[in-house]
Each structure stands twice: as structure tokens, then as C-alpha cells.
């Protein structure tokens, strides 16, 4: 089978500029016009030797950190920009949709945008217009449609910009993270679009750091780091690679936050069990560490847990003494932990909330200390998060008394 889309030893070469130069006032500045400064150009990659073979019709989730080389790929690959070394082989029509308003106008109506838009995908007026009715129902901007693109929100453009990518039917499909933006209805309602695309047979590269969206999506998964690919293969693979590989960074926060009387100065995430790595299966500690600077009476330790759409799952106390008034803290350290027995919650992406503050009174930390993380099936099946009408069972708790 000939690929639909080759990249050939792709790298991507930026220069930055290190200026040895000091702030200067703007009568500095005009004075100074001629002096030579010293400066030190440094050449970074962004991408470096990437080669890839992807077939007509499968969906590729492309994961890692940020700055990883995602993005810049997805640019080379939609012609935003050119590699500055090797080839690019694309043997059908691309759509992307990398940025919320990337090939619109905004003094353009939504209608007059579709064309627009639809042009530069490479579209003909009688394809558009054969989709049109399909498009503006599936966006819901319907009741907009002759309005000026500029006093859309950010999660109306998606919507239709979305719509015009998906439903022109090009044979190449390249979404960015740009999902994020719309809401938890719409997001479900482009993953059964997608997921309808791959089954037609088109070709769908998908870039996100939902791991449960990618998993639900994707059947291959690639992943990069430092523009580089680490990994090309099965999907769950990739994916618990990249957890493994980020499990110390991204799952510990060190500061110093916080008001005169108590410091939060660490917080965590572990697996006690499984070798350290975050699968259904593991024992999780959350653990919490401050510092009490002045004696307080009435100190609140605990945190809560969200689901990836930002649903409060449980908030919980470390200490819970429940009608009565915690008791007076003095001075000095102090570390709690709290453990999520395994086979408790599902395959998916969570995050976590610390709270430090004084009983009815004061809340001391604000977002400081929060930490997300991803849960993984230990052999890649089991029990998992999905989406509604994707692939896998709907569920954020799966305790392991509940058989398939």
C-alpha cells in the first residue's frame, strides 16, 4: 500500500538571538542607535530527523511535553511553514485546524467564511455548497450566520471552523489542540465526528495531552520529545511510555506560597505500588507539605479531585475532625498524606486541588500546588474512561468489583 503521507528525514532549524544588552531609557536608546552590542545567535531544533509513513485511513494521536516539536510538525505538514531540511510526500487534500481562526476573516460573516474558508482547503464552490446546510447545522451558529466573524466568541469559531474541516471531506484530517477551547458538549460532539471520519476511511492526525481523548480515537500513537520521535506504534504503549517518562516532573510541585503564618511548600503524587508507574491498579498517595510560621488555630489541610472535563469528583480533609474546631498548630513542619485505594478510579486524566486555610475564615492558597495526572490500564485493557459513542465503556469510577 502506497502511504498517504510520507515525511522524509524532516527537520525544523530556528535561530534565536541572545542580546547582551542592557534596558535603556528611550534618550539611551537613540544615543546608543549605532553601538554594536554583543550578541549570540543560537541555532535550536525544533524538529530533527523525523521520518514518518502514514496509510489512508488511520488516526494518529501525536503526544508529548510542550515544545516537543508537535505543533511545528503540524505546521510543515499543513505548508504554514517549510521544513529546513528534508521532503514532505502528500498524496490527497489537507484540512487543518491548528489555531481558533487560522483561514478566516473577520470582517467576513460566518457564511462568506465558509466559502472562505473552504477555498483555501482546496474546496470548489459546488462541494461547499452541497455541505453548507450540513456544516452550519452541525456548528450551531446558525442564528449568527450573517454576522461579521469579529463579534464571535472564540468557541463560536471553532465551532465552524471545526465544521468546515470535518464536513468538506478532505482525505487528510490534522487537528490541533485547539478542541480545548469549546465546551464539554462540543468537544463530545467533535470526538464522534472524528471518529466517524476515521471510519469512512480519511486520514485524521490528532495532537492532544487528553491521553483518555487519544486513546478513545487514535489506534497508533507517536511520541515525540525534544523533536524527536521516541516511540511510533500502538496507541496504549505510547501513552503509558509518556506517563512513565513524566511521571517525576509532572507529578511533584515545589514552592513557596502562601501569607505570614503557613507556607505550602510541597506537593505530590505517587503510585506506592507498580513500580512507581500510575495505572487503575495503583495505590495513589497525595501527599501535601507546609510550614506553620506563627501558632493557628483552626488549620484546613485537604484537597479536591477533578475529572480531564473539570467535573469535583471528592474533597476530602487529611484530618477530618468534623463538627469540632481543629486544634491550635504551632510553629514548624508539617506533612499529610492521603491514599486512593487501587481499582478505584478509571482509566483517564485527572487533577488535583490542595486547600490550605484557616476553618470559615481565610483560604490561604489559591491554585498553588495543583497537579494532573493520567491513569493507565496496566496490559491496555480493562477499565477505562471514554466518551460517550466512542470506542470503550462510559464511567469515572470503575472499583474492581465491577466486572465487564
Same mark, same amino acid.
Given at each position: 500500500?502506497?502511504?498517504?503521507?510520507? /515525511?522524509? +528525514?524532516?527537520?525544523?532549524?530556528?535561530?534565536?538571538?541572545?542580546?547582551? &544588552?542592557?534596558?535603556?531609557?528611550?534618550? $539611551?536608546?537613540?544615543?546608543?542607535?549605532?553601538?554594536?552590542?554583543? @550578541?549570540?545567535?543560537?541555532?535550536?531544533?525544533a524538529?530533527?530527523?523525523?521520518?514518518?509513513?502514514?496509510?489512508? !485511513?488511520?488516526?494518529?494521536?501525536?503526544? !508529548? &511535553?510542550? #515544545?516537543? #516539536? &508537535?505543533?511545528?510538525?503540524?505546521? /510543515?505538514?499543513s505548508r504554514i511553514t517549510p521544513?529546513?531540511?528534508?521532503?514532505?510526500?502528500?498524496? !490527497?487534500?489537507?484540512? +487543518?485546524l491548528l489555531e481558533v481562526g487560522t483561514g478566516f476573516h473577520l470582517e467576513l460573516s460566518g457564511r462568506e467564511?465558509?466559502?472562505?474558508?473552504? +477555498?483555501?482547503?482546496?474546496?470548489?464552490?459546488?462541494?461547499?455548497?452541497?455541505r453548507f446546510?450540513?456544516?452550519?447545522?452541525?456548528? !450551531?451558529?446558525?442564528?449568527?450566520?450573517?454576522?461579521?466573524?469579529?463579534?464571535? +466568541?472564540?468557541g463560536m469559531q471553532l465551532r465552524l471552523a471545526f465544521a468546515?474541516?470535518?464536513?468538506?471531506?478532505?482525505?487528510?484530517?490534522?487537528?490541533?489542540?485547539?478542541?480545548?477551547? #469549546?465546551?464539554?458538549?462540543?468537544?463530545?460532539?467533535c470526538m464522534g465526528k472524528m471518529d466517524e471520519v476515521s471510519k469512512s476511511g480519511r @486520514?485524521?492526525?490528532?495532537?492532544?495531552?487528553?491521553?483518555?481523548?487519544?486513546?478513545?480515537?487514535?489506534? @497508533?500513537?507517536?511520541?515525540?520529545? &525534544?523533536?524527536?520521535?521516541?516511540?511510533?506504534?500502538?496507541? $496504549?504503549?505510547?501513552?503509558?511510555?509518556?506517563?512513565?517518562?513524566?511521571?517525576?516532573?509532572?507529578?511533584?510541585?515545589?514552592?513557596?506560597?502562601?501569607?505570614?503564618r503557613v507556607k505550602l511548600l510541597h506537593t505530590w503524587i505517587i503510585s506506592t505500588n507498580n513500580n512507581g508507574c500510575?495505572?487503575?491498579?495503583?495505590?495513589?498517595?497525595?501527599?501535601?507539605? /507546609?510550614?506553620?510560621?506563627?501558632?493557628?488555630? #483552626?488549620?484546613?489541610?485537604g484537597f479536591t479531585l477533578f475529572s480531564q472535563f473539570n467535573y469535583e469528583l471528592a474533597y476530602t480533609l487529611f484530618d477530618d475532625h468534623e463538627s469540632s474546631l481543629p486544634p491550635m498548630i504551632n510553629p514548624g513542619r508539617m506533612i499529610k498524606k492521603f491514599v486512593i485505594p487501587a481499582n478505584t478510579l478509571a482509566k483517564g486524566t485527572y487533577h488535583v486541588e490542595f486547600d490550605v486555610g484557616i476553618h470559615n475564615t481565610q483560604r490561604i492558597i489559591n491554585n498553588e500546588g495543583t497537579l494532573t495526572f493520567t491513569l493507565d490500564n496496566i496490559d491496555g485493557r480493562g477499565r477505562r474512561f471514554s466518551l460517550p459513542d466512542i470506542r470503550g465503556r462510559v464511567g469515572l469510577f470503575r472499583p474492581s468489583w465491577l466486572k465487564s
Open positions: 500500500m502506497v502511504p498517504i503521507l510520507e /515525511i522524509q +528525514s524532516v527537520s525544523k532549524k530556528f535561530k534565536i538571538d541572545h542580546q547582551r &544588552k542592557p534596558y535603556l531609557s528611550l534618550r $539611551e536608546s537613540l544615543t546608543n542607535f549605532f553601538v554594536n552590542f554583543n @550578541t549570540v545567535h543560537e541555532d535550536f531544533y524538529l530533527r530527523d523525523i521520518n514518518l509513513k502514514i496509510n489512508q !485511513g488511520e488516526t494518529v494521536g501525536i503526544i !508529548g &511535553k510542550n #515544545g516537543a #516539536g &508537535k505543533s511545528t510538525l503540524l505546521k /510543515i505538514l521544513p529546513s531540511k528534508g521532503r514532505i510526500v502528500l498524496r !490527497g487534500r489537507i484540512a +487543518s467564511n465558509v466559502f472562505l474558508n473552504g +477555498s483555501i482547503l482546496g474546496m470548489k464552490k459546488k462541494e461547499i455548497e452541497k446546510d450540513e456544516i452550519v447545522d452541525f456548528s !450551531g451558529v446558525e442564528k449568527f450566520l450573517d454576522t461579521p466573524l469579529k463579534h464571535y +466568541s472564540s468546515v474541516a470535518a464536513f468538506l471531506e478532505p482525505e487528510i484530517l490534522i487537528i490541533d489542540e485547539v478542541l480545548a477551547v #469549546g465546551d464539554a458538549e462540543f468537544q463530545k460532539k @486520514t485524521i492526525l490528532f495532537v492532544s495531552h487528553n491521553m483518555t481523548a487519544v486513546s478513545s480515537l487514535c489506534k @497508533t500513537g507517536i511520541l515525540l520529545d &525534544k523533536g524527536s520521535i521516541v516511540y511510533n506504534g500502538d496507541v $496504549e504503549e505510547c501513552i503509558r511510555l509518556y506517563s512513565e517518562k513524566n511521571l517525576a516532573e509532572a507529578l511533584e510541585w515545589r514552592g513557596d506560597a502562601g501569607n505570614e500510575l495505572y487503575t491498579t495503583s495505590d495513589l498517595e497525595i501527599g501535601i507539605e /507546609i510550614e506553620v510560621l506563627k501558632p493557628v488555630t #483552626g488549620l484546613v489541610l
